[in-house]
């Protein structure tokens, strides 16, 4: 008898413990305060880490990495110091958009605005300027502390590749792969998703920049046992 094959969301749990036995505990989002997080997640859009660090150290030296420091420093000012990150006419002022939310709706507190329903904030931030789903779903995650699933570039590979979902726009999309990812820790204790989603979203994004590339690099991949599930005939694109 033929052994059945696990359930993409099964597969993708499976991806989870592969990955955290290869890399261990990511620890990510590498941020000292929830306002850094929240600059980095808009920072990091179509752009590399390297060059977020780059804005970062530039917003601390001018002790603008503060809600206070992002009120006072003009978008001109903001827009210099954030250039590394590319984008800045348009990440200058939806950083700036971000904070006069925050101001107007919410006393300027990041407390206040994390203590609302989930799907208020994520509506409340998905209607500011310069935020995608991916963006808004990192804040509420990583700076807000929502057990919210994200996506990215990465997994979307991963789960493609590895024939999780078909190689359609609607079966890869942002949306199904949340869904995907919030049914395969679907099992684990509610109190323990928060975390698990922020270290999973982490690994995904250590084995991407590692193997799951443009071009993918398999050799060593950690995610190579999970091939023998996998019905692709051909090397991986």
Known sequence: MTERKPLPAKRLRMM???LESAYGAQG??????????IIGAYLTQNTSWLAVERSLANLREHKAMTLRGLRNISVQDLQELIRPSGFQTRKGPALKAFVSMLDMDFRGSIAILSAQPTEV???RLLALPGVGPETADAILLYALGHAIPMAD??????V?????????????SY???VQLTREAFSKDELD?????????HALTVAVGKLH??????CDGCPLVKDLAFCSLKRPLT
Request: charge should be positive; proline fraction near 4%.
């Open 175 to 177: 949306d199904s792969l």
């Open 16 to 18: 989870h413990d592969l």
């Open 153 to 158: 570039e990465y997994l979307r590979r991963i």
């Open 28 to 37: 990510w989002w590498p941020a000292k305060t929830r306002v850094e997080v």
């Open 192 to 200: 323990s998703h928060r975390h698990l989603f922020g270290e999973f």
């Open 212 to 217: 799951c590339r443009k071009v993918p690099q």
């Open 160 to 172: 493609t590749r590895h024939g999780l979902a078909g190689t359609d726009r609607h079966s890869s």
């Open 121 to 123: 904030v994520r509506r």
